[in-house]
């Protein structure tokens, strides 16, 4: 069902923008965990980082944690919509905002909830988030990086996305696995459903396509220079290979760090395309329930640069990817 | 495991490129379907196309069906090898060739068959062009066309990658589903996992990143100036919405087709980069178990220009993405 | 993942017996379904009944509906435990109970919640039944009867099994699947999944066994002297046959209406054995973790007849059995 | 899908009784593994024992076995139907025979291979027996041991069911999971995807319904007497508790080895009961597809008392129930 992540480690989600609360359960999360409240915090707080709406975000932890600690059984979590002005979508019961989700979801369900987006908010990435922040706990020491490589036009009246690149260290080799399980199918299916969420592309992506094989292909360096057991453990599957910077086992990544869909033991590289917000700060053009095109200025509050707060949910998202690799 | 692709029309293939065959079964394909073999052949063909090692493909049917018509149960099929010359690959016991997965694997699994890349071998998507090939018998009338639409620089002694743009017409409105299961990160997967593939975008996906929101959002049609039954339908849930090419619902279609993870009616597109293929025509420094550099010419039949060999996989890989989500 | 029950109609519950509170999601319940809260009540009450813990089991209600219509999106909600009384449990915080699954628990995990049984209590029951009534409703016609046919003996300061049977009736031929997903195999895994269950048949069961083939075999009515659209409909797979009693389709049902995994039209019929409780009302040995016996007197709320309690909690699976293979 | 069992190790077996070949596809062996190619042969024989219809069982290995050694990737393996008398099945061209499940086939699919049973026949059996014999030797030293313990009356002109009792030892502490994922309900489900299997019953079943609580409940040895890291192992969850007789941990074992889904230490113990063969050897009345009874003798080759050959099969399947919880 398209409202659970993984398999190990699973994230099932819940919650729509303007209903009680949204939330999820995690099952699978190892145990004797002390989880690191503050770290998860600090990426909430990284989502909401300039967003128009201001929610406090407390967690309310309903099962699977005892004196901090987890236990083994599915972790239960709840986050109360308490900053809802849902008059402010009064003019959408019955019109579509062109760009949203608002004409599939009422064509597939018959039915929806208008106020916010409903279940299409980015609203519900709060619980990806919270869990991401779970994983990454669970999973150290790999370590994962997102920001904001590039950004769109800004405009005045106008919204932007931009481009977001993410990179991890730290992982084994041998991570992943071949044909359809290849780590970078999993990567990009993993992105992909983060909202407006348009492009992805391994190392150096599209451009490879440009580029003559001999330009592209990852050489590998002389490990007899390196230190052999750090470079190369035949003996060993399944192990880190450790390596500084200059015991790197290829002397580009242009692949991004993966090959046949398996860790090679460079760092993985891969970056995410963001359209820009669809709802726009002018009037638009909605279309009606009976049919008619119907000028409005959209309600709701709505961010510009919603890009800058998805650092935090890409490496969310890396991080669910990962863990059920690494389980 | 990474060896099953979908859950309702599943599909699980094997298959070394120089063991004994290849191929798969198919478990959810309805009954009762008679099966146009001379389509499924086409299509092995197309993938033929130009290659440097040449297969008969001839396809064995072991179950399923019955005086050419399927009965519901298990579809196996085989393919065997036969075009071997697996001596070619002598100097690669103990030498993982550069931007192969030789080196992953070895590190993965402790073992590896080493001759013409044994599963990491694109010859395993035989057994998806077949499963593809009857997919798109079932979900006909939406039709898949994929094509080369941008390759790589031509070289001596080289070789190249390109962009493969794919185009789904006649999809009914409603295919997909929220969260985690958006059918553009259900297609993202399903392209990352064909060999060389290292981007994915839906329709003008990192373009998108670079524009005005005002410039992105796609408007409405105004469907009162065409027939209404057929651009919207309020009362039927999941039925397709016919549209003429001056009928479409947008008037622009930058978002390639799905909003929220839902198809809107319109074309999906997408596009895949693919990277040059890695065995060059050209001596190249290997890294061989014991961690030195051997300089080796690549022996095998490797193309040049793979690329052009790629539309009818991203066709296959498609259809099975779609019928999960239309059976 | 364990706490996780179906696919497409997917409940994944949560919550230990004296933490904050228990629960579920449901995932793929159907749109637009005016959900009959009194039904739901109404079970949740059959299975409080006779209950030692006296719980009011107030449901709210977190995500998925909307004015008390199901959108489509996943239903999350939570029953808060309130009726606690946790010190009743300090003498087992270093003790195995004999026969509960503090033991196992404890090896499997290293940590556990000893209080009231934590995850392994019978009170994560609450949430089956709760998604159970709401399956109920959407699979309606389809009618689930479950009684205590056979109640263990009564005894002086002792606890009693019994065995429950289960009819359903109004299923249309031809649910179910071959080889593993056979019909009869998900009711046995279902029933077996239920705190206490020991044993499962279909039809006459173990006494099968010890039946001549001559004696076992269900033999065909006549359906000529029957009305025959309602015996036998070729044109028509996956439809009901509605047939009077004096229009069954076989003369017995010793199979319990599955043949080959599949229903065959007649009502489906199969029984389950549940053992006594394990938590005696007298002193009993309990291991500790420094391995010696300590005979306690084991505190908390037990039932003595259990049994009376189980019947809505196998209708309740057997609706997400069914529903799973029904829409 | 129904031809899918297992998600570690995954077996999807294909085809039909008269067809031209059964076999399946084994994902997630484990490489660098060994085969017994002879305990493979072995089992295969077991399963032939006695059948009526003689089959040489020649297994073509087509993947995944590079000089008999596992490599990581799927096993496809296949083996030919030879000794098949198509012809003994030409009179149920158009009807249905009583007891099996020609009827319940026709109504799911609307159409059938009416020979031999199609994919309804205990041929399909060979391919479990060829995967548990491998999964068998991957978990050793788990050792499984299943017999004949009760067969039903012998009878002239008639067939015979019975029960099959099977016991696990050297299983260790831990395994299988809470709630939805109890070992005990796998194992049902595993028994009860078996042909003809009617009933399942964990350590003293259906009995322990007629038993009072304190004769039901297994009392904890005193562990002090014996030696102690071998009884509790507090300190290393998921290890293997080795017991000798005398040292077993409880000092009856009612519940079969498994308390809360979880092994807890003591030899898992079940039973299952088979219903007799339902072609009889005399003549029968079948059900026609325009509705009528037509009395005949039902041709092919069918034993008359098939549960001499289960045995192997509910190896196999625990074989393949276990080895998902252990890797």
Known sequence: MSNTFGDRFRLTTYGESHGLAVGGIIDGCPSKLALN??????????????????????????????????????????????????????????AFR??????????????????????????????????GAIAKQ?????????????????????????????????LPVGVGAPVFGKLNAQLAQAMMTIPSAIGFEMGCGFEAARMKGSEYIDRWNNCLNASMPDCLSKDAPNQTIKQSNNQAITKTNHCGGIQGGISNGMPVEFRVAFHPVV???????????????????????????????????????????LINNLL
């Open 279 to 321: 709802t726009l700060p002018q009037p638009v053009e909605c279309l009606t329930e009976s049919g008619e095109l119907r000028t409005l200025i959209i309600g709701g509050r709505h961010d510009r640069s919603h890009v800058l707060r998805t650092p935090v949910i890409v490496e969310a998202m890396t991080a669910l990817c």
């Open 98 to 131: 062109p760009g949203y989700a608002d004409y599939s979801y009422q064509q597939k369900y018959g039915i929806r909830d208008h106020r916010g987006g409903g279940r299409a908010s980015a609203r519900e990435t709060v619980a990806r988030v919270v869990a």
């Open 138 to 170: 669970v999973i150290a020491p790999v370590e994962i990086h997102a920001e904001v490589s590039e950004l769109g036009p800004e405009a005045e009246n106008d919204t932007r996305g931009g481009i977001v690149s993410c990179r991890i260290t730290g």
């Open 37 to 94: 409240m503050e770290a998860i915090r600090a990426d909430l707080a990284r989502r909401r980082n300039g967003a128009a709406r201001q929610e406090e975000d407390a967690i309310e932890w309903l099962s699977g944690i005892k004196d901090g600690i987890t236990i083994g059984t599915p972790i239960a979590f709840c986050i109360r919509n308490k900053n809802i002005r849902s008059e402010d979508y009064d003019a959408l019961v019955d």
